[in-house]
Protein backbone atom coordinates (compact mmCIF):
# COMPACT_ATOMS: atom_id res chain seq x y z
CA UNK A 1 0.00 0.00 0.00
CA UNK A 2 2.87 2.05 0.94
CA UNK A 3 4.25 1.40 -2.66
CA UNK A 4 1.40 2.63 -4.50
CA UNK A 5 1.12 5.62 -2.60
CA UNK A 6 4.23 6.63 -3.54
CA UNK A 7 3.72 5.70 -6.88
CA UNK A 8 0.50 7.94 -7.25
CA UNK A 9 2.99 10.90 -5.63
CA UNK A 10 5.58 10.45 -8.17
CA UNK A 11 2.64 10.45 -10.93
CA UNK A 12 1.02 13.48 -9.35
CA UNK A 13 4.30 15.16 -9.49
CA UNK A 14 5.26 14.27 -12.55
CA UNK A 15 2.14 15.77 -13.99
CA UNK A 16 1.93 18.65 -12.59
CA UNK A 17 5.22 19.55 -13.88
CA UNK A 18 3.91 18.24 -17.62
CA UNK A 19 1.40 21.08 -16.63
CA UNK A 20 3.63 23.75 -15.04
CA UNK A 21 2.42 27.37 -16.35
CA UNK A 22 4.64 30.10 -17.67
CA UNK A 23 6.50 32.67 -15.50
CA UNK A 24 5.93 35.49 -17.76
CA UNK A 25 5.50 35.97 -21.58
CA UNK A 26 8.24 36.18 -24.25
CA UNK A 27 5.89 38.86 -25.90
CA UNK A 28 4.06 41.51 -25.20
CA UNK A 29 2.00 43.21 -28.03
CA UNK A 30 0.71 46.80 -27.86
CA UNK A 31 -2.11 47.12 -30.66
CA UNK A 32 -2.55 51.15 -30.78
CA UNK A 33 -6.18 52.27 -32.34
CA UNK A 34 -7.36 55.93 -32.85
CA UNK A 35 -9.47 58.44 -31.12
CA UNK A 36 -12.78 56.59 -29.22
CA UNK A 37 -14.10 56.64 -26.02
CA UNK A 38 -15.89 53.14 -24.65
CA UNK A 39 -19.18 55.58 -24.48
CA UNK A 40 -18.76 56.28 -28.02
CA UNK A 41 -17.41 52.47 -29.51
CA UNK A 42 -18.90 49.85 -27.76
CA UNK A 43 -22.69 50.46 -26.96
CA UNK A 44 -22.78 47.55 -28.31
CA UNK A 45 -21.58 45.51 -25.01
CA UNK A 46 -25.54 46.46 -24.05
CA UNK A 47 -27.43 44.97 -26.48
CA UNK A 48 -27.73 41.17 -27.95
CA UNK A 49 -26.41 39.22 -29.33
CA UNK A 50 -23.44 40.57 -26.91
CA UNK A 51 -25.62 41.92 -23.98
CA UNK A 52 -28.28 42.90 -22.39
CA UNK A 53 -28.39 46.75 -20.66
CA UNK A 54 -28.27 44.96 -17.59
CA UNK A 55 -24.82 44.47 -18.49
CA UNK A 56 -24.15 48.05 -18.29
CA UNK A 57 -23.74 50.25 -15.41
CA UNK A 58 -22.52 53.86 -14.91
CA UNK A 59 -23.12 54.42 -11.70
CA UNK A 60 -21.38 51.89 -9.42
CA UNK A 61 -20.53 48.90 -11.87
CA UNK A 62 -19.54 45.57 -10.45
CA UNK A 63 -17.41 42.67 -11.72
CA UNK A 64 -19.89 41.66 -13.78
CA UNK A 65 -20.63 45.22 -15.78
CA UNK A 66 -19.42 47.01 -18.16
CA UNK A 67 -19.12 51.14 -17.49
CA UNK A 68 -21.16 52.18 -20.71
CA UNK A 69 -23.59 54.63 -20.54
CA UNK A 70 -26.52 54.24 -22.64
CA UNK A 71 -28.77 57.34 -22.38
CA UNK A 72 -28.95 60.57 -20.49
CA UNK A 73 -24.93 62.23 -21.43
CA UNK A 74 -24.62 65.07 -19.73
CA UNK A 75 -25.23 68.46 -22.15
CA UNK A 76 -24.97 72.03 -19.70
CA UNK A 77 -26.32 73.21 -23.02
CA UNK A 78 -29.52 71.02 -22.99
CA UNK A 79 -32.56 72.47 -20.86
CA UNK A 80 -33.01 69.20 -18.93
CA UNK A 81 -28.92 69.15 -18.24
CA UNK A 82 -28.59 65.87 -20.85
CA UNK A 83 -29.09 64.76 -24.20
CA UNK A 84 -29.43 61.22 -26.12
CA UNK A 85 -27.50 59.88 -27.62
CA UNK A 86 -27.70 59.31 -31.50
CA UNK A 87 -25.84 56.99 -33.58
CA UNK A 88 -23.28 57.95 -36.45
CA UNK A 89 -21.04 55.36 -38.61
CA UNK A 90 -17.08 54.28 -37.95
CA UNK A 91 -16.36 55.90 -40.78
CA UNK A 92 -17.52 59.32 -40.16
CA UNK A 93 -17.15 62.49 -42.08
CA UNK A 94 -16.45 65.04 -39.50
CA UNK A 95 -13.48 64.87 -36.76
CA UNK A 96 -13.63 66.77 -33.48
CA UNK A 97 -11.05 68.69 -32.19
CA UNK A 98 -8.93 66.56 -29.34
CA UNK A 99 -6.53 69.18 -28.25
CA UNK A 100 -6.08 69.88 -24.89
CA UNK A 101 -8.46 72.71 -25.09
CA UNK A 102 -11.01 70.47 -26.36
CA UNK A 103 -10.28 68.62 -22.64
CA UNK A 104 -10.96 72.04 -21.24
CA UNK A 105 -13.96 72.22 -22.67
CA UNK A 106 -15.74 69.16 -22.11
CA UNK A 107 -13.92 68.58 -18.66
CA UNK A 108 -15.87 71.73 -17.83
CA UNK A 109 -13.84 71.86 -14.80
CA UNK A 110 -15.48 73.14 -11.00
CA UNK A 111 -12.82 75.02 -9.86
CA UNK A 112 -9.56 76.35 -10.71
CA UNK A 113 -6.34 74.47 -13.28
CA UNK A 114 -5.05 72.12 -12.27
CA UNK A 115 -6.61 69.65 -9.28
CA UNK A 116 -10.39 70.82 -9.96
CA UNK A 117 -12.78 67.93 -11.06
CA UNK A 118 -14.61 67.59 -14.02
CA UNK A 119 -18.72 68.07 -14.56
CA UNK A 120 -17.99 66.09 -17.94
CA UNK A 121 -21.01 68.11 -19.42
CA UNK A 122 -19.38 70.34 -21.90
CA UNK A 123 -18.53 68.40 -25.16
CA UNK A 124 -21.06 70.64 -27.08
CA UNK A 125 -18.34 73.44 -26.69
CA UNK A 126 -15.99 70.76 -28.72
CA UNK A 127 -15.34 72.55 -32.20
CA UNK A 128 -16.22 69.69 -35.03
CA UNK A 129 -14.78 69.78 -39.00
CA UNK A 130 -16.16 68.52 -41.78
CA UNK A 131 -19.81 67.54 -43.04
CA UNK A 132 -21.09 67.94 -39.00
CA UNK A 133 -24.13 66.39 -37.92
CA UNK A 134 -26.32 68.20 -34.90
CA UNK A 135 -25.06 67.48 -31.84
CA UNK A 136 -21.60 65.60 -33.58
CA UNK A 137 -19.96 65.01 -30.00
CA UNK A 138 -23.07 63.30 -28.69
CA UNK A 139 -22.60 59.76 -31.21
CA UNK A 140 -22.02 56.40 -31.01
CA UNK A 141 -20.77 53.97 -33.14
CA UNK A 142 -23.72 51.64 -34.62
CA UNK A 143 -22.77 47.79 -35.49
CA UNK A 144 -24.11 48.02 -39.40
CA UNK A 145 -23.66 45.16 -40.35
CA UNK A 146 -21.43 43.74 -38.15
CA UNK A 147 -18.52 45.97 -38.55
CA UNK A 148 -17.73 46.47 -34.73
CA UNK A 149 -18.21 42.61 -34.27
CA UNK A 150 -14.82 42.02 -33.91
CA UNK A 151 -14.23 44.25 -30.92
CA UNK A 152 -17.53 43.41 -29.45
CA UNK A 153 -16.15 39.21 -29.39
CA UNK A 154 -12.16 40.65 -27.85
CA UNK A 155 -14.29 42.39 -25.08
CA UNK A 156 -16.74 39.61 -24.24
CA UNK A 157 -13.92 36.65 -25.07
CA UNK A 158 -11.32 38.38 -23.10
CA UNK A 159 -10.17 41.57 -20.69
CA UNK A 160 -11.93 44.60 -20.64
CA UNK A 161 -11.09 47.80 -18.57
CA UNK A 162 -13.48 49.84 -17.06
CA UNK A 163 -11.07 53.02 -16.16
CA UNK A 164 -8.53 53.06 -18.61
CA UNK A 165 -7.75 57.30 -19.14
CA UNK A 166 -5.42 58.14 -21.97
CA UNK A 167 -2.28 59.91 -19.52
CA UNK A 168 -1.95 63.27 -21.12
CA UNK A 169 -5.22 65.93 -21.74
CA UNK A 170 -4.59 65.89 -25.42
CA UNK A 171 -3.95 64.90 -28.88
CA UNK A 172 -2.27 62.23 -30.81
CA UNK A 173 1.32 63.55 -30.81
CA UNK A 174 1.44 63.47 -27.06
CA UNK A 175 -0.11 60.32 -26.74
CA UNK A 176 1.95 58.34 -28.75
CA UNK A 177 4.85 59.50 -27.01
CA UNK A 178 3.73 58.09 -23.52
CA UNK A 179 2.49 55.31 -25.01
CA UNK A 180 6.02 55.09 -25.93
CA UNK A 181 8.41 56.33 -23.52
CA UNK A 182 6.08 57.49 -20.69
CA UNK A 183 6.40 61.11 -20.60
CA UNK A 184 5.83 63.57 -23.38
CA UNK A 185 8.38 66.06 -22.08
CA UNK A 186 11.43 67.32 -23.97
CA UNK A 187 13.82 66.36 -21.04
CA UNK A 188 14.08 64.48 -17.85
CA UNK A 189 13.78 67.24 -15.89
CA UNK A 190 11.37 68.44 -17.62
CA UNK A 191 9.09 65.68 -16.96
CA UNK A 192 8.67 66.12 -12.52
CA UNK A 193 8.29 70.18 -13.05
CA UNK A 194 4.87 69.12 -15.18
CA UNK A 195 6.04 70.90 -18.30
CA UNK A 196 5.01 68.61 -21.51
CA UNK A 197 4.61 68.71 -25.48
CA UNK A 198 0.93 69.22 -25.45
CA UNK A 199 -0.41 69.05 -28.87
CA UNK A 200 0.37 68.23 -32.42
CA UNK A 201 2.57 70.14 -34.89
CA UNK A 202 2.12 73.92 -35.94
CA UNK A 203 4.30 75.92 -38.20
CA UNK A 204 5.69 79.45 -37.86
CA UNK A 205 4.67 80.14 -41.01
CA UNK A 206 1.16 81.68 -42.02
CA UNK A 207 -0.49 80.43 -43.96
CA UNK A 208 0.99 76.79 -42.36
CA UNK A 209 2.54 73.66 -45.11
CA UNK A 210 -0.20 70.97 -45.68
CA UNK A 211 1.26 68.83 -43.87
CA UNK A 212 3.36 69.39 -41.33
CA UNK A 213 6.38 66.34 -40.50
CA UNK A 214 6.66 65.26 -36.71
CA UNK A 215 9.78 64.54 -34.79
CA UNK A 216 13.47 65.05 -35.49
CA UNK A 217 13.45 65.71 -39.32
CA UNK A 218 10.46 67.91 -38.94
CA UNK A 219 11.04 71.29 -41.12
CA UNK A 220 12.50 73.86 -39.11
CA UNK A 221 9.55 76.05 -38.76
CA UNK A 222 7.65 73.44 -37.28
CA UNK A 223 6.62 73.79 -33.55
CA UNK A 224 5.05 71.77 -30.62
CA UNK A 225 3.00 73.32 -27.69
CA UNK A 226 4.60 73.08 -24.44
CA UNK A 227 1.71 73.13 -21.19
CA UNK A 228 3.21 73.96 -18.29
CA UNK A 229 1.09 74.92 -14.86
CA UNK A 230 -0.88 76.88 -14.01
CA UNK A 231 -2.39 75.46 -18.29
CA UNK A 232 -0.30 77.79 -19.43
CA UNK A 233 0.72 77.00 -23.81
CA UNK A 234 2.39 80.22 -24.41
CA UNK A 235 5.48 78.65 -25.31
CA UNK A 236 6.42 76.33 -27.94
CA UNK A 237 9.80 74.26 -29.24
CA UNK A 238 10.89 72.69 -32.43
CA UNK A 239 9.70 68.57 -31.92
CA UNK A 240 12.92 66.68 -31.23
CA UNK A 241 13.29 65.07 -27.41
CA UNK A 242 15.81 63.84 -25.51
CA UNK A 243 15.38 61.07 -22.79
CA UNK A 244 14.64 57.23 -22.30
CA UNK A 245 12.20 55.31 -23.54
CA UNK A 246 10.60 51.73 -23.30
CA UNK A 247 13.19 50.31 -25.93
CA UNK A 248 15.93 51.63 -24.08
CA UNK A 249 14.73 50.22 -20.83
CA UNK A 250 14.66 46.83 -23.28
CA UNK A 251 17.95 46.77 -24.87
CA UNK A 252 20.00 48.57 -22.05
CA UNK A 253 18.93 46.23 -19.25
CA UNK A 254 20.84 43.16 -18.59
CA UNK A 255 18.22 40.31 -18.65
CA UNK A 256 19.39 36.15 -19.15
CA UNK A 257 17.60 36.61 -22.99
CA UNK A 258 18.22 39.69 -24.94
CA UNK A 259 14.99 41.43 -24.92
CA UNK A 260 14.28 42.97 -28.37
CA UNK A 261 11.46 45.30 -29.89
CA UNK A 262 10.13 46.55 -33.17
CA UNK A 263 7.62 49.78 -34.25
CA UNK A 264 5.57 49.29 -36.97
CA UNK A 265 3.65 52.37 -38.64
CA UNK A 266 2.89 54.28 -41.44
CA UNK A 267 5.17 56.43 -42.01
CA UNK A 268 8.40 57.85 -41.01
CA UNK A 269 7.07 61.60 -40.28
CA UNK A 270 3.59 60.93 -38.65
CA UNK A 271 2.40 62.25 -35.37
CA UNK A 272 2.06 58.44 -34.13
CA UNK A 273 5.47 57.70 -34.70
CA UNK A 274 6.77 57.94 -31.14
CA UNK A 275 10.14 57.35 -31.77
CA UNK A 276 10.83 59.60 -34.92
CA UNK A 277 11.21 62.34 -31.34
CA UNK A 278 13.94 61.01 -29.82
CA UNK A 279 17.39 61.92 -31.38
CA UNK A 280 18.88 59.12 -30.04
CA UNK A 281 16.73 56.74 -31.65
CA UNK A 282 15.85 58.89 -34.34
CA UNK A 283 19.34 60.24 -34.93
CA UNK A 284 18.30 62.82 -37.62
CA UNK A 285 20.18 64.01 -40.15
CA UNK A 286 18.55 67.68 -39.71
CA UNK A 287 15.54 69.60 -39.90
CA UNK A 288 13.59 68.33 -42.78
CA UNK A 289 16.09 65.72 -43.37
CA UNK A 290 15.81 61.41 -42.68
CA UNK A 291 16.12 59.48 -39.72
CA UNK A 292 19.38 57.42 -39.78
CA UNK A 293 20.14 55.83 -36.16
CA UNK A 294 20.80 52.11 -35.77
CA UNK A 295 18.15 51.74 -33.31
CA UNK A 296 15.60 53.36 -35.72
CA UNK A 297 16.74 51.46 -39.31
CA UNK A 298 16.87 48.04 -36.90
CA UNK A 299 13.16 48.72 -35.33
CA UNK A 300 11.20 50.68 -37.14
CA UNK A 301 9.04 49.33 -39.75
CA UNK A 302 6.92 51.47 -42.03
CA UNK A 303 4.50 49.04 -43.33
CA UNK A 304 2.10 48.21 -40.38
CA UNK A 305 1.39 45.25 -42.21
CA UNK A 306 4.53 43.82 -41.65
CA UNK A 307 3.68 43.04 -38.42
CA UNK A 308 2.07 40.14 -40.45
CA UNK A 309 4.43 38.95 -41.94
CA UNK A 310 6.81 38.49 -38.83
CA UNK A 311 4.26 36.60 -36.59
CA UNK A 312 4.43 34.63 -39.66
CA UNK A 313 7.58 34.27 -40.05
CA UNK A 314 7.97 33.62 -35.89
CA UNK A 315 9.97 36.83 -35.94
CA UNK A 316 7.66 38.31 -33.53
CA UNK A 317 9.97 40.43 -30.89
CA UNK A 318 9.77 40.74 -27.44
CA UNK A 319 8.13 44.02 -27.37
CA UNK A 320 5.57 45.30 -30.41
CA UNK A 321 4.24 48.43 -30.78
CA UNK A 322 1.82 48.26 -34.03
CA UNK A 323 0.23 51.62 -35.22
CA UNK A 324 -2.70 51.45 -38.02
CA UNK A 325 -2.63 53.10 -41.15
CA UNK A 326 -5.53 55.87 -41.65
CA UNK A 327 -7.51 53.83 -43.57
CA UNK A 328 -7.62 51.21 -40.80
CA UNK A 329 -7.18 53.39 -37.74
CA UNK A 330 -10.98 54.20 -35.88
CA UNK A 331 -9.92 58.02 -35.93
CA UNK A 332 -12.79 60.11 -37.39
CA UNK A 333 -13.25 60.77 -40.81
CA UNK A 334 -9.96 59.45 -42.10
CA UNK A 335 -10.90 55.64 -41.61
CA UNK A 336 -12.78 53.67 -44.09
CA UNK A 337 -14.52 51.08 -41.22
CA UNK A 338 -11.35 48.24 -40.97
CA UNK A 339 -10.30 48.68 -38.34
CA UNK A 340 -12.00 46.11 -36.35
CA UNK A 341 -10.98 43.54 -38.76
CA UNK A 342 -7.16 45.07 -38.36
CA UNK A 343 -6.74 44.03 -35.22
CA UNK A 344 -8.63 40.78 -35.31
CA UNK A 345 -5.90 39.71 -38.11
CA UNK A 346 -3.16 40.52 -35.81
CA UNK A 347 -4.55 38.90 -32.89
CA UNK A 348 -5.39 35.79 -35.63
CA UNK A 349 -2.09 35.84 -36.66
CA UNK A 350 -1.06 35.52 -33.09
CA UNK A 351 -3.61 32.93 -32.33
CA UNK A 352 -2.68 30.63 -35.50
CA UNK A 353 1.30 31.18 -35.21
CA UNK A 354 1.10 27.21 -34.02
CA UNK A 355 4.78 26.49 -34.94
CA UNK A 356 6.58 29.30 -33.11
CA UNK A 357 8.52 29.36 -29.79
CA UNK A 358 7.93 25.92 -28.47
CA UNK A 359 4.25 26.10 -28.17
CA UNK A 360 2.99 28.68 -30.09
CA UNK A 361 2.89 32.64 -29.81
CA UNK A 362 -0.70 32.03 -28.07
CA UNK A 363 0.71 30.74 -25.06
CA UNK A 364 3.47 33.32 -24.87
CA UNK A 365 1.59 36.42 -25.75
CA UNK A 366 0.33 39.20 -24.31
CA UNK A 367 -1.95 41.75 -26.51
CA UNK A 368 -2.85 44.81 -24.94
CA UNK A 369 -5.60 46.77 -27.32
CA UNK A 370 -5.93 50.42 -26.24
CA UNK A 371 -7.05 53.67 -28.46
CA UNK A 372 -4.71 56.73 -28.22
CA UNK A 373 -7.16 59.45 -27.17
CA UNK A 374 -10.78 60.17 -26.51
CA UNK A 375 -11.15 62.24 -30.16
CA UNK A 376 -13.41 64.76 -28.66
CA UNK A 377 -16.40 62.18 -28.45
CA UNK A 378 -18.90 61.95 -25.18
CA UNK A 379 -17.68 59.85 -22.27
CA UNK A 380 -19.33 60.02 -18.80
CA UNK A 381 -16.14 58.92 -16.53
CA UNK A 382 -14.28 61.93 -15.01
CA UNK A 383 -10.49 61.57 -14.79
CA UNK A 384 -8.94 62.14 -11.20
CA UNK A 385 -6.62 64.93 -12.34
CA UNK A 386 -3.09 64.49 -11.32
CA UNK A 387 -1.63 68.08 -12.54
CA UNK A 388 -2.20 70.23 -15.26
CA UNK A 389 -1.89 67.60 -18.38
CA UNK A 390 -2.34 64.11 -16.59
CA UNK A 391 -4.89 62.26 -16.69
CA UNK A 392 -6.91 62.59 -20.30
CA UNK A 393 -10.45 61.26 -20.46
CA UNK A 394 -11.36 57.51 -20.67
CA UNK A 395 -10.08 55.48 -23.38
CA UNK A 396 -10.41 51.85 -24.34
CA UNK A 397 -8.72 48.92 -23.57
CA UNK A 398 -9.07 45.20 -24.76
CA UNK A 399 -6.51 42.59 -23.27
CA UNK A 400 -6.11 39.45 -25.02
CA UNK A 401 -4.27 35.83 -24.06
CA UNK A 402 -4.46 32.46 -23.43
CA UNK A 403 -4.82 33.30 -19.81
CA UNK A 404 -7.21 35.92 -19.69
CA UNK A 405 -10.65 34.46 -18.16
CA UNK A 406 -13.51 34.76 -20.39
CA UNK A 407 -15.29 38.05 -19.77
CA UNK A 408 -13.17 39.35 -17.58
CA UNK A 409 -14.06 43.25 -16.69
CA UNK A 410 -11.16 44.93 -14.36
CA UNK A 411 -12.47 47.99 -12.25
CA UNK A 412 -8.79 49.00 -11.68
CA UNK A 413 -7.98 52.56 -12.89
CA UNK A 414 -4.91 51.98 -15.58
CA UNK A 415 -3.42 54.50 -18.09
CA UNK A 416 -0.71 54.20 -20.56
CA UNK A 417 1.57 54.04 -17.95
CA UNK A 418 0.16 51.13 -16.48
CA UNK A 419 1.11 49.16 -20.00
CA UNK A 420 4.30 50.52 -19.50
CA UNK A 421 4.42 48.78 -16.33
CA UNK A 422 3.80 45.45 -17.01
CA UNK A 423 6.26 45.70 -19.73
CA UNK A 424 8.63 45.93 -16.94
CA UNK A 425 7.62 43.73 -14.49
CA UNK A 426 7.21 40.73 -16.87
CA UNK A 427 10.66 40.80 -18.63
CA UNK A 428 12.22 41.54 -15.14
CA UNK A 429 12.92 45.16 -15.83
CA UNK A 430 13.27 48.13 -12.87
CA UNK A 431 9.73 48.72 -11.93
CA UNK A 432 9.17 52.70 -12.92
CA UNK A 433 12.64 52.42 -14.37
CA UNK A 434 11.96 55.17 -16.51
CA UNK A 435 10.50 57.25 -13.84
CA UNK A 436 7.46 58.80 -15.63
CA UNK A 437 4.07 57.58 -15.86
CA UNK A 438 5.31 53.90 -15.83
CA UNK A 439 6.45 54.65 -11.51
CA UNK A 440 3.47 56.97 -11.61
CA UNK A 441 0.95 54.44 -12.46
CA UNK A 442 -1.13 52.34 -9.88
CA UNK A 443 -1.68 49.52 -11.85
CA UNK A 444 0.51 46.87 -13.72
CA UNK A 445 -2.15 45.06 -15.90
CA UNK A 446 -1.12 41.55 -13.75
CA UNK A 447 -4.56 41.02 -12.97
CA UNK A 448 -5.80 40.41 -16.18
CA UNK A 449 -4.17 36.86 -16.12
CA UNK A 450 -4.02 33.94 -14.70
CA UNK A 451 -0.43 31.92 -15.49
CA UNK A 452 -1.18 29.29 -13.09
CA UNK A 453 -3.47 27.75 -15.27
CA UNK A 454 -3.01 26.37 -18.60
CA UNK A 455 -3.69 28.38 -21.42
CA UNK A 456 -7.14 28.57 -23.00
CA UNK A 457 -6.93 27.14 -27.13
CA UNK A 458 -7.29 30.15 -29.25
CA UNK A 459 -10.87 30.64 -31.09
CA UNK A 460 -10.25 32.65 -34.42
CA UNK A 461 -11.94 36.18 -34.34
CA UNK A 462 -14.52 36.73 -37.59
CA UNK A 463 -14.03 39.84 -38.95
CA UNK A 464 -14.78 41.08 -42.58
CA UNK A 465 -11.36 41.55 -43.92
CA UNK A 466 -8.64 38.77 -43.68
CA UNK A 467 -4.81 39.49 -43.05
CA UNK A 468 -4.97 38.61 -47.02
CA UNK A 469 -6.16 41.73 -47.48
CA UNK A 470 -4.34 43.96 -45.68
CA UNK A 471 -0.98 41.94 -46.48
CA UNK A 472 -2.33 42.56 -50.84
CA UNK A 473 -3.67 46.21 -49.72
CA UNK A 474 -1.30 48.80 -52.08
CA UNK A 475 -2.91 52.05 -51.00
CA UNK A 476 -0.83 54.47 -50.05
CA UNK A 477 -0.90 54.98 -45.98
CA UNK A 478 -2.07 57.55 -44.28
CA UNK A 479 -2.06 59.26 -41.36
CA UNK A 480 -4.13 62.64 -39.64
CA UNK A 481 -1.09 64.82 -39.76
CA UNK A 482 -3.80 67.38 -40.33
CA UNK A 483 -5.37 66.42 -37.04
CA UNK A 484 -7.75 68.85 -34.81
Excluded at 3 to 14: D, G, H, K, P
Excluded at 45 to 63: D, E, K, M, V, Y
Excluded at 439 to 448: E, H, M, N, P, V
Aim: charged content about 15%.
Amino acid sequence: MKMMLNMLLVICACAAVGQAQISNFKHVVVIVQENRTPDNLFQGLCAAPFGTAANCNSTNPTASQYNIQTSNWADKTSAPGFTQPKGVMLANAYDLSHAHSAFTAMCDSTGGPGFAACQMDGAAGIHCGGTCPSQPQFRFVTNTNGILNPYLDLATQYGWANFMFQTNQGPSFPAHQFLFGGTSAPTPEADPNHIFAAENMSSTLKPPPPRLVAGCTADDTTRVKLIMPPDDESQSIYPCFEHQTMADLLTNTPTPVPLTWRYYTPGPGSIWTAPNAIQHICQSTGPGGTCGGKDWTDNVDLNPADVLKDIGACKLRSVSWVIPTGQNSDHAKSNDGGGPSWVASIVNAIGNATTCDTSGYWNDTAIFITWDDWGGWYDHEAPQILDDYQYGFRVLLLVVSGYTRKGLINNNPHDFGSILKFIEHNFGLPLGGLNFADARSKTDLTGFFDLTQPARPFTPVSATKSAKFFLKDKRKPTDPDDDQ
